[in-house]
């Protein structure tokens, strides 16, 4: 999973729209994710073809994603996958400091 694909999904746990996930990547990554709209709009696309996220509404022309059940066991799988590589990272370092 790409990082746009993993912050999308984070975001959209709770109904959004694309401006507002660019807001909330960028906060979350402290600016260091900057989402671009072709990025950001290609990706929503995508994940809506594949059942990840739905459209929920329009609201002044702004359209309103949320993450379906499948886009949760995939966001779920891939914090898992994260937090794993997280630890043996963490692990790796503590015995590098050990010898």
């Known amino acids: 999973m790409t990082e746009t694909g993993f912050y999308i999904l984070l975001c959209l746990r709770e109904e959004a729209h694309g401006y507002s996930i660019v807001k909330k990547t960028e906060q979350l990554t402290n600016g260091e994710i900057k989402l671009s709209p072709g990025t950001l709009y290609g990706s929503l696309s995508k994940m809506e073809k594949d059942g990840l996220i739905r459209f929920v509404?329009?609201?002044?022309?702004?359209?309103?994603?949320?993450?379906?059940?499948?886009?949760?066991?995939?966001?779920?799988?891939?914090?898992?996958?994260?937090?794993?590589?997280?630890?043996?990272?963490?692990?790796?370092?503590?015995?590098?400091?050990?010898?």
Not at 61 to 76: A, S
Not at 85 to 96: D, F, G, I, T, V
Request: aromatic share 4%.
């Open 57 to 99: 509404r329009e609201e002044e022309k702004r359209k309103i994603y949320c993450i379906t059940d499948l886009g949760i066991q995939v966001l779920e799988l891939e914090m898992k996958r994260i937090e794993r590589l997280y630890n043996s990272m963490m692990e790796a370092k503590n015995e590098e400091h050990k010898d």
